[in-house]
């Protein structure tokens, strides 16, 4: 699990403490600078405790953040919160999805 303190964000949501990272605070790390949030105003206040590979053999696993090469999988996983992924979804997914820019 990833522990970081996030009691200065800058984006105007609610903080997390305790080690808990929100789906802003992931969005905001430099890694995915340059990804189109779908759909545009999508709340980025759900807790993320889990990072998952798109691996339909994978045990599912609780607020997780969903890693995957092309679009999002359909259906989603139990207990994921948000994708990031290299290629947008054709129609709503339910949940956040970050599209990498290309070359990321």
Do not use: F, I, W, Y
């Amino acid at each position: 699990m990833v522990s970081v303190d996030t009691t200065a964000d800058p984006t105007g949501e609610t903080a997390a403490t305790g080690g808990d990272l929100l789906l802003s605070d992931v969005v905001a790390l430099p890694a995915l600078a340059g990804a189109r949030v779908v759909p545009p105003r999508a709340k980025l206040d759900r807790r993320v405790r889990a990072v998952a590979l798109a691996d339909p053999d994978a045990p599912a696993e609780e607020d997780a953040l969903l890693l995957t090469a092309g679009a999002p999988p359909d259906p989603l996983p139990d207990g994921c919160v948000a994708v990031v992924c290299r290629t947008a979804p054709s129609a709503a997914v339910g949940v956040p999805v970050l599209v990498l820019p290309a070359g990321a």
